[in-house]
């Protein structure tokens, strides 16, 4: 049997530090995130989250069956209690059927982050799914709403 990932970074990772995020619907294949209602409400709760500090977000980019987030935890937060508590939300409010677990991989690098952001933002466009990365309407890209 797996074993379920701990998703605590360890103690010398600094606070603030950004992570790399992967979330799966279940079933894979199906598109349940990207129905325009879904896909307004799953972004709106991500930066309901956003302001009310549970997490901060970099980027946040809806796919088909998963999504993709750059996110860092504030001070005293768990990355695993805040992502399971948004995942309960939005199945709760949205009928999503999340996989039981995620993905995550600490970015060490600002030449990382960017890098990261670039794949994420590429992800439509690799799928197919638009011609060009700003074309995809399922995202919220928070470095420029923010400043950061």
């Keep these: 049997m797996r074993q379920p990932l701990a998703h605590t970074p360890p103690p010398f990772v600094a606070d603030g530090a ?30 309901l989250y956003h302001r009310q500090n549970s997490w901060v977000l970099h980027l946040f980019l ?7 987030a750059i996110a860092a935890f504030p001070r005293g937060s768990r ?3 805040s992502i399971r508590n948004w995942k309960r939300l939005t199945a709760r ?12 991989h600490r970015l060490r690098s600002d030449e990382g982050l960017e890098l990261k952001a670039r794949y994420i933002r590429d992800n439509p466009v690799r799928a197919g799914l638009v011609p060009q990365a700003e074309a995809w309407p399922h995202v919220i890209d928070f470095r420029h709403l923010e400043g950061r």
């Design 79 to 81: 990355m695993s209690e």
């Design 93 to 104: 409010r949205h009928g999503v059927h999340w996989q039981r677990n995620f993905f995550d």
């Design 18 to 47: 950004w992570f790399f995020l992967t979330i799966c619907a279940e079933p894979r294949g199906a598109n349940q995130l990207c129905q325009p209602t879904v896909a307004a409400n799953l972004l709106a709760d991500a930066a």
């Design 62 to 68: 809806l796919m088909p069956d998963h999504l993709h």
